[in-house]
């Protein structure tokens, strides 16, 4: 993945984590909002006096009817508010998720990558040392013994392809 796309990913998430606080947020005052009406309609409910429900012809609920059913219905549309807001949070919170998990995983390749380079090029920076210790020694032998500098110059070939191979692989 590209850093530019990573940190666009990046930024998408910041956005959706932000969006799910602002949702929260409305959530909790919705909610509020459902609790007063409750207690609001218990106070009607309760606010009988026990003479009134025994001497009045009629009952407090029936005077106070139009007040109870505005409550209601402002409770219900608050309740109805809540549970939508509800749903895009959730959707958010699936797809925040989502993002974080991309973006964790291109950390942790992004690690798993640097750490297998770092080995690797520990690995040629041994190998090429050796290398040019075994070229200066097979250099001193050519005179003295050419077959076996011969040898050790075909030994080192085959580890230079070898090494440049890697390194191939490594960029690709």
Do not use: W
């Not at 998408?12 to 909610?31: D, N």
């Not at 959730?90 to 973006?103: E, N, P, Q, T």
């Amino acid at each position: 993945m590209r850093l530019e796309d990573y940190h666009a990913l990046y930024e998408i998430l910041g956005e959706l984590r932000q969006e799910a606080a602002t949702l929260e947020v409305q959530i909790t005052y919705s909610f509020k909002h459902v609790r007063e009406a409750d207690a609001y309609l218990k106070t009607f409910e309760n606010h009988e006096s026990e003479d009134v429900r025994v001497f009045s012809p009629k009952k407090m609920d029936t005077l106070h009817k139009e007040e109870m059913k505005r409550i209601q219905e402002e409770k219900y549309i608050y309740e109805k508010q809540n549970r939508e807001l509800r749903d895009r949070k959730a959707v958010l919170d699936g797809r925040i998720r989502k993002l974080s998990d991309v973006i964790h995983h291109h950390e942790q390749d992004d690690s798993t990558r640097k750490d297998g380079l770092e080995r690797l090029h520990g690995t040629i920076a041994k190998n090429l040392g050796e290398l040019a210790l075994r070229v200066e020694t097979s250099s001193a032998q050519i005179e003295k013994k050419p077959f076996q500098a011969r040898q050790d110059f075909a030994i080192i070939a085959k580890c230079l392809r070898d090494t440049a191979d890697k390194i191939k692989n490594m960029t690709e």
